[in-house]
């Protein structure tokens, strides 16, 4: 048996930015990567606050010199076509947050990886984690399986479960609650050729909304001519008749003229992917030795493009609170799980602004109504969810959506 501060279970972005942060301390990590990267992986669109943790990740020239298509905007269309104006995040902010980036994950979560064995993170791949061993209800540590079938224990101080929806002490503990309202489906494909913005609208996320409201598509523009273009809707819905995914991204494709438009003269260049009922959250974020990040800790929703902020975020203030913990000489539940309760209040705050989309909220109305919040849904919208300030709209909101309930009575 070997002995490390710290293991690390999944080598994705919340897995490799833990690992890195802890290491960045001083603090002996092992990181168990079941696959071998480079690996497919959803979630390409990033949003500025990325920015402040690929900052201390030292990420950050390593993005600039990627050949990763720059984002500055995301743009709205409605059900009937109406392209908004773009949504420029450096009218808000303008610093160099303000530009994120387009990515393919393949590349991006290697570059991340990567960089954690740069930072001293003992990285394994192509190694399967069996395992967490407990001694009572505390995590103590792992066993693995090598690929020529070797089985190892490592011992920890704190196991880190960043391996995404697998989650592996969440499904042991029985911690993970769907989502009741936010029952959705996906299926997606890629294209070349497909219609782009010209200028620095080229790099927008488009999210265009489908007839009647019944679901939206994100297009989102990726390096070498690629384009990410998916369906969203309720899952009963999309995945009704036992059709195959083929025939129902075909049939979304078909009802939406912004998409068809934008595809005409595009080439299908992968495979249909599909994915649904993937809204949940852990109902604790740790216990005595271990700690849940990123997907392993919850989903939210495509919308927005939350699910890499999450992942990195969640990984930060992990890392913080796991250094803090072997600092101080204590692992228990309190200290590691410190961090849950601003953490899942950013993430209800993204919640809300998803659910307030889908229940058909007119953001342009409240805007014209609260000219002087527009700024507190910008910071939504970018990801700025963790400061108390931004909670504020919300009273408003819920104010304006009585006005209207009355109306149509």
């Not at 899942?344 to 993204?350: I, K, T, V």
């Amino acid at each position: 048996m070997s002995d490390v501060d710290v293991v690390v279970i999944g080598g994705g972005p919340a897995g490799s930015t833990t690992s890195t942060l802890i290491a960045q301390n001083g603090h002996k990590v092992r990181l168990f990567e079941r696959e071998k990267f480079p690996r497919f992986h959803i979630g390409e669109s990033l949003i500025p606050e990325t920015y402040w943790v690929l900052k201390r990740l030292n990420m950050l020239p390593k993005m600039r010199n990627s050949p990763f298509v720059e984002k500055v905007s995301v743009q709205f269309v409605s059900q009937h076509g109406k392209i908004s104006e773009p949504f420029y995040f450096t009218d808000h902010n303008p610093h160099e947050c303000s530009q994120t980036w387009q990515v393919l994950r393949s590349e991006f979560d290697l570059m991340m990886l990567n960089n954690a064995r740069e930072h001293g993170v003992d990285v394994q791949e192509g190694v399967r984690v069996r395992e967490v061993l407990f001694e009572g209800e505390r995590a103590v540590g792992v066993r693995v399986q090598y690929e020529d079938g070797r089985l190892e224990e490592v011992s920890a101080k704190v196991v880190v479960d960043a391996s995404g929806q697998t989650a592996f002490i969440g499904n042991k503990f029985n911690l993970l609650v769907k989502d009741p309202e936010l029952k959705k489906g996906a299926v997606w494909t890629y294209w070349k050729g497909a219609l782009r913005d010209p200028g620095r609208d080229g790099g927008a996320t488009l999210v265009i909304q489908t007839k009647g409201k019944k679901g939206w598509f994100w297009y989102i523009p990726l390096h070498n001519d690629i384009m990410s273009v998916g369906i969203v809707r309720a899952f009963d819905e999309l995945f009704a008749g036992n059709r195959d995914h083929e025939l129902i991204y075909n049939e979304e494709v078909e009802g939406c003229e912004e998409i068809t438009r934008r595809l005409s003269n595009a080439t299908r260049c992968d495979k249909y992917y599909a994915t649904k009922d993937y809204s949940y959250k852990s109902k604790q974020c740790a216990g005595d030795g271990w700690v849940l990040v990123g997907d392993a800790h919850g989903f939210l929703d495509p919308l927005y493009s939350s699910g890499v902020l999450l992942a990195l975020k969640s990984g930060q203030l992990a890392a913080d609170t796991i250094s803090e913990g072997l600092t101080l000489g204590d692992t228990s539940a309190a200290q590691l799980g410190k961090w849950g309760p601003d953490f899942n209040e950013g993430m209800d705050r993204m919640r809300r602004l998803v659910c307030e989309y889908y229940d058909g909220f007119s953001f342009g109305r409240f805007v014209k109504k609260h000219p002087h919040y527009k700024g507190h849904l910008t910071d939504l919208l970018i990801g700025n969810l963790f400061n108390d300030h931004v909670g504020e709209v919300f009273p408003y909101m819920d104010e304006m959506r009585e006005e209207m309930a009355l109306a149509q009575a």
